[in-house]
């Protein structure tokens, strides 16, 4: 009789599955039968030899299993149709905009892999070895389900060097646009599918910025720290407030710049390109002053081990941010990493209230949009969180 390779647990190690944990890590594992190459389907047993789970195995990754499924079921194109068509439901129509994420890998019980909509546009990221050895189902799948007009994949990220793939971007069908546009809150935005960061543009990030465009008026001076393509620049500018945005990334300014002159906004939006540390010093010595800032550095802590280091950086940005920011002036302090956690955050800020003597009233902590959704047994899947802060 034919055996079917199977990835055996420990003895032990069966209650994180049975919480519903989609990964397997190594120190979990006691063998891998049979002949097998990266990425295949197989079954995840007990160490009783029980049925656990149905997962994209790969031994040469620090999670050697990632789960499709807690149950027998044949994965075929029919069972990628049918994690994006609930994937989709799940999410509804969002309002005021036509750019939403719609599939979010773990959380959507599909691992590593992400798509994000943008009008009739597709960008589709695949980050391990199993979405990459089943991608033409996935992509027929993703086609057939979204129905929309064109797509590119960004699969270039750091978690595929990991997995012992190479990165890959480009066209998968239809016609692709140099730039996509989309909208959001009335406001025309629009990105390079092959410059952008991520997957094209920070979707998860739209609630931060509408509740700052909710918190300025015309009267208001924001401060954007790390503002990549500055959402929150643009959003404050539509309500009438002057916006000062601080980025190393010429390219990200420049989509800024273009993107403002469309909306009409241009005149209420200035730049700097540098060191957002260096340019916080280069503004405190000039003497400048803000009633709102957004401070939202890129992933400062990819590991565990990298926290202290990533917290002084948070602390350092915000206490200047402080010595500038006017009475009662509102800051957000947001970090997109996981290993970061809110407590990490209040620390210091906590930290850096002192330092600029300023004292802080927590007015919210807000966490990533419904259409990134993280699971409660998953805490992994939880990474963006933001303080609100009312300096007085």
Not at 15 to 22: A, Q, V
Not at 228 to 255: E, M, R
Request: with cysteine.
């Amino acid at each position: 009789m034919l055996r079917v390779p199977s990835l055996t647990l420990k003895p032990n190690r069966e209650r994180r599955l049975e919480n519903f944990h989609p990964w397997v890590f190594k120190d979990d594992v006691e063998n891998i039968d049979g002949n097998f190459e990266p990425g295949e389907v197989l079954e995840i047993k007990a160490a009783n030899g029980a049925f656990m789970a149905l997962g994209y195995v790969n031994a040469r990754s620090s999670i050697p299993a990632r789960i499709l499924s807690f149950k027998r079921e044949v994965i075929n194109l029919e069972f990628y149709r049918q994690k994006i068509r609930t994937a989709m439901s799940r999410r509804g129509k969002l309002e005021h905009t036509n750019a939403m994420r719609i599939v979010n890998a773990e959380s959507d019980g599909l691992p590593g892999v992400i798509a994000d909509l943008f009008g009739d546009v597709l960008s589709i990221q695949l980050r391990n070895a199993g979405a990459e050895r089943h991608k033409d189902l996935i992509f027929a799948a993703f086609k057939l389900e979204t129905k929309a007009s064109s797509a590119y994949e960004r699969s270039d990220t750091s978690e595929r060097q990991k997995e012992g793939l190479e990165n890959r971007t480009g066209i998968l069908w239809g016609d692709v646009p140099e730039t996509v546009g989309f909208l959001e809150d009335g406001i025309n935005f629009s990105f390079s599918p092959v410059g952008g960061q991520k997957t094209g543009f920070y979707l998860d990030q739209r609630d931060n910025r509408r509740l700052m465009a909710s918190l300025v008026d015309a009267s208001s001076k924001l401060l954007d720290v790390y503002s990549y393509t500055g959402g929150f620049s643009l959003h404050a500018a539509a309500k009438g407030a002057t916006a000062f945005a601080v980025d190393k990334d010429p390219i990200a300014l420049q989509a800024l710049e273009k993107v403002a002159r469309v909306n009409g906004l241009d005149q209420k939006i200035s730049s700097r390109l540098g060191d957002a540390l260096e340019v916080l010093d280069q503004l405190l010595k000039e003497n400048r002053r803000f009633t709102h800032a957004i401070i939202d550095p890129p992933t400062l802590a990819k590991r565990k081990d990298e926290v202290v280091a990533a917290k002084r950086i948070f602390t350092i940005a915000t206490k200047n941010v402080l010595r500038m920011l006017e009475p009662n002036g509102i800051v957000m302090v947001s970090t997109c990493a996981y290993h970061i956690k809110v407590d990490d955050l209040i620390e210091a800020c906590r930290f850096a209230a002192g330092d600029a003597k300023r004292r802080l009233e927590v007015l919210d902590v807000t966490y990533q949009p419904l259409d990134h959704p993280w699971m409660l047994q998953v805490p992994e899947s939880l990474y963006l969180k933001t303080l609100v802060l009312r300096a007085e």
